[in-house]
């Protein structure tokens, strides 16, 4: 059975399509046949995990972003894997293209059932040096992208009486992330949307959780200074996590085993919400209290 990586590992190796493919889940074959997932960023590593793993189980994939060449290769290793999909070059961050994505998957496959809205991005910088275009390009796709996704979705889930979820991609709410204040700002803003629209939503049959993700082995944490390493396993697990740790709790939260499960944050972290620091730029000096 495969372990999953550890800090001391190739932190920066992506699982392989053929990993993804053979890596063990706990939930049936099946699960989700007939049924379509939409996923936004979905070619990169949790986006492509969850195409993975959500087409194993029998669904066939909506995946959107804003690189046409990289859909494209990952429409061509869903295929390879007998995983049906359809892929769209657009960004979450313009409501007009966000209802034409939704028109096109209604129009091409007559039903959408699950919404992950897994697209971000994020830079460490400290705060006094964000540019209000820095800040907005966060935002903007995390939060008001999220919003547009889940508003669009729900429109049409209401209007076809049709039950549908949404899993929000985000990340620990209750302690700060120094080095990241826009996506503090975007992701708490995410969560408790959605925890305010699982109620007002809830006579249309919606559910929407969300998971608080925790550091997971990407290619992306290269873009983090050495001296923030130190802190992507300070949890008391002490290690890092994986993708398919996500993918497998995005399923969870949107199969039959959530059925009674709404307006959740699910945290995914190895127990960094309960115990830890995360220092995107590293622990300055004046805070090493410990030391």
């Given amino acids: ?160 009486n049709h039950p549908g979820s949404v899993v929000n991609m985000a990340t620990i709410i209750g302690h700060a992330f120094v080095g990241i204040p826009h996506t503090a700002a975007a992701r708490a803003g995410q969560v408790n949307l959605g925890r305010t629209l699982s109620v007002e939503w809830a006579p249309y049959r919606i559910r929407i959780n969300s998971i608080a993700i925790g550091t997971v082995a990407s290619p992306g944490l290269v873009n983090y200074p050495v001296t923030a390493r130190p802190y992507f396993a300070h949890n008391p697990m002490r290690r890092i996590g994986d993708v398919m740790d996500i993918a497998e709790a995005a399923v969870y939260l949107s199969a039959p085993s959530a059925k009674f499960v709404t307006g959740v944050v699910l945290p995914v972290d190895g127990g960094e919400d309960v115990w830890g620091e995360y220092w995107p730029l590293g622990k300055p000096e004046y805070f090493r209290v410990e030391e």
């Fill in 1 to 160: 059975m495969a372990e999953a990586k550890t800090y001391q590992e190739d932190i920066y190796k992506a699982l392989s399509d053929e990993e993804l493919a053979a890596w063990p889940t706990v939930f049936r074959d099946g699960i989700f046949k007939d049924q379509v997932v939409l996923i936004s960023g979905a070619a990169g590593g949790i986006g492509r995990a969850c195409s993975i793993l959500f087409g194993r189980l029998g669904a066939t994939i909506v995946g959107c972003g804003r690189d046409q060449a990289s859909l494209d290769e990952l429409q061509e290793g869903l295929a390879r894997l007998g995983i049906r999909s359809s892929m769209h070059a657009m960004t979450i961050r313009d409501p007009e293209q966000v209802e034409a994505l939704m028109d096109a998957a209604w129009a091409e496959h007559g039903r959408l059932d699950v919404l992950i809205n897994n697209a971000g991005g994020q830079f460490a910088a400290p705060a006094l040096d964000i540019t209000p275009k820095g800040w907005h390009a966060v935002v903007e796709t995390i939060l008001y992208g999220s919003w547009y996704m889940m508003q669009a979705a729900a429109r049409r889930w209401r209007d076809h």
